[in-house]
Structures are given as C-alpha cells and as structure tokens.
C-alpha cells in the first residue's frame, strides 16, 4: 500500500470516495480496538440525534471515523495504523526543548 490514503473505501468502487463511505464501510475498515470505540461512540450519536432530532452529531461522528477508516486503510490496515500510532506518540513523548521567546530572540539578534 502507498503512503496516500485510499481514495475509495473498500468495496465502494465506481469512483466513490472514502467521504461517502457507509457507516458499515467504515467499521469493517478499522482496527478491532478503532471498531470497539467507533461502536460506543456511534450509538450515543444515535441516541442524541433520537432525543434531540437533530443529525448534525450522527454526520460528525460518521465524518470523524471515516479519517480514521482512510488513515487506518493508507496504513495497510489495523497493524499498521497501530505503528502508526505507537510512533506518533513515541514523537509527543520525546522531550523538546523549550526556551522562551526573549532568549530565543536574543540569540538571533532580533
């Protein structure tokens, strides 16, 4: 798999792009643990928009994973996109070093 993301989910042929990926497109493109958290978060979305009548939370739910089924399927799927996420927080782990602003400054001469 190349390092772009899938411009089609899988099974969605015909030029449909992953932004038009079905909600079951997009569970059976992720990770087991991607899935389990897709699943929980789906169903409040669900049960908000039967309380309130309101879709725009089930759209923003489904838009959000539909990223993630695209970077999960980019990554050549679930073992991949764990790699991906272990170096990902590898890299926010790492300690940068910080100076304030006026030192940084005075080091340039500005």
């Known amino acids: 798999m ?16 992953w932004a038009d990926a079905t909600p079951a497109e997009v569970r059976a493109a992720l990770a087991p643990e991607s899935a389990t ?3 929980r978060q789906w169903r409040a979305a669900l049960a908000g928009a039967a309380e ?32 991906l996420r272990a170096r990902a927080a590898e890299a926010l782990d790492r300690d940068v070093p910080t100076a304030p602003w006026r030192e940084v400054r005075a080091e340039l001469g500005l």
Do not use: I, K
């Open 37 to 39: 958290e897709f699943d």
């Open 52 to 83: 309130s009548y309101d879709l725009s939370s089930v759209h923003a739910c489904l838009d959000a994973w539909r990223r993630v089924a695209e970077v999960t399927a980019a990554a050549g799927g679930a073992e991949g996109y764990r790699r």
């Open 2 to 17: 190349t390092a772009a993301a899938s411009p089609r989910p899988p099974g969605g042929g015909h030029g449909r792009a």
